[in-house]
């Protein structure tokens, strides 16, 4: 287990606390912080992600998960969601689908979904998803 950096470590503490207070942007701050102490430092990226989300930019949201190499996991928040491949709609999403988002362009999110008929991948608006 490698050692943390203290000094990320109480960025990434003050940066929980500030989330915990419901100050997005000083938790996204500090965060950012832990981060630039210890690029390593796993639950500042998630941490940041989570303020991102909440903040509703969940392309920013997914380059800090991306970091870590997993997909962003989002709910299919609007009623008339679809799944797009260019002009060509590969599904129609249901409110409460789960996706997960694995990068972010402008506006709209990649993502992967399993649907009854199998994992159907394209793009979303983020303002459809939550």
């Known amino acids: 287990i490698s050692r943390v950096n203290p000094q990320s470590l109480r960025a990434y503490n003050?940066?929980?606390a500030a989330?915990?207070?419901g100050d997005l942007i000083e938790a996204i701050n500090l965060a950012t912080d832990a981060l630039q102490y210890?690029?390593?430092n796993i639950w500042a990226h998630v941490l940041r992600?989570?303020?991102y989300a909440a903040?509703?930019?969940l392309a920013k949201a997914v380059d800090d998960y991306r970091e870590l190499g997993i997909p962003l996991p989002c709910i299919v928040a609007s009623e008339n969601a679809s799944l797009r491949d260019g002009d060509k709609v590969v599904a129609k999403l249901r409110q409460g689908d789960k996706v997960?988002?694995?990068r972010a362009e402008g506006?709209?999110?990649y993502v992967e979904v399993r649907l009854v008929d199998g994992v159907k991948?394209?793009?979303?608006e983020q303002s459809k998803l939550e």
């Open 55 to 57: 903040y509703r930019d």
């Open 19 to 21: 989330y915990g207070h």
């Open 49 to 51: 992600a989570s303020c």
């Open 121 to 124: 991948a394209g793009w979303v």
């Open 14 to 16: 003050q940066a929980l």
């Open 100 to 102: 997960y988002a694995i």
């Open 107 to 109: 506006e709209r999110l």
């Open 38 to 40: 210890d690029r390593g």
